[in-house]
């Protein structure tokens, strides 16, 4: 079968123009103990990193996403597996696994993301406690352009998590729980007839999260102050983040 040259030379100038177009996401570990981030791609986007890995104190990982990218990245802890894989986490677990195919379980901190279809246009990202809190974490752009603001929660909620929301395991806290969690019911969740931004306001325990974490998502209509947009921009993820990461 005879080759088409110019078939071929096509695909590699779209395979470029994506590769230009690639957002790369950068994550650190700003923790003091090892974590094993998990990721979850929406839309049928590519899965970066396998869905989860091993990331050890001081150490960092990069990955590149598509244009059109959606997903989320979160912290798991407390985890063991074996060679197989196979094991279980104390807070973020995703169905005993090293490489996640659905979401971390609440109460886990999320970095939420979709990526535009080219530098132009905005992308929209998002740190949100509307599932709970297990670790700190904040997003920073890098090199975009437009409003690109920093999102994120430095403050340990672990420390001042209420006791009705505590998730202890052997005798510490390792999560704070959301209030859905915590309770599952309407005014809560923002189920029912609370399911709207008229009806769903914030509780005591949305705002001690919003006082806590300005800039992240502290219930599910929390937008004007936690949805954050940028052009053309890479990200830096840290974990446990000081706001210098």
């Not at 997903?71 to 063991?80: D, E, H, K, L, Y």
């Not at 395991?169 to 609370?194: L, W």
Request: aromatic content about 10%.
């Amino acid at each position: 079968m005879a080759i088409c040259s110019w078939c071929f030379l096509l695909l590699l100038v779209v395979s470029l123009g994506n590769l230009a177009n690639a957002t790369v996401f950068t994550l650190q570990n700003h923790c003091s103990y090892t974590i094993w981030p998990g990721t979850l791609s929406g839309n049928g986007a590519a899965t970066l990193g396998d869905g989860g890995f091993v990331l050890p104190p001081g150490s960092s990982i990069q990955f590149q996403a598509p244009p059109n990218w959606s997903g989320r990245f979160w912290a798991r802890t407390g985890c063991t597996f074996d060679d197989s894989g196979v094991g279980k986490c104390a807070t973020g677990d995703c169905g005993g696994t090293l490489k996640c195919t659905g979401g971390g379980a609440p109460p886990v901190t999320l970095a939420e993301f979709t990526t535009a279809a080219n530098p132009a246009e905005k992308d929209f990202y998002d740190v949100s406690l509307v599932d709970g809190y297990n670790v700190g974490l904040g997003v920073k752009a890098l090199g975009g352009s437009g409003d690109c603001q920093y999102a994120g929660c430095l403050v340990d909620l672990n420390v001042n998590c209420p006791a009705e929301l505590q998730m202890v395991d052997s005798g510490s806290i390792v999560a704070c729980k959301s209030a859905c969690a915590a309770f599952n019911s309407p005014e809560f969740c923002c189920t029912g007839e609370h399911s709207t931004p008229q009806t769903c306001l914030p509780t005591k325990y949305s705002v001690l999260f919003k006082n806590a974490c300005p800039t992240a998502y502290s219930y599910a209509y929390d937008d004007a102050s936690s949805t954050c947009t940028c052009s053309g921009s890479d990200y830096m993820i840290t974990f446990c983040s000081n706001g210098s990461g």
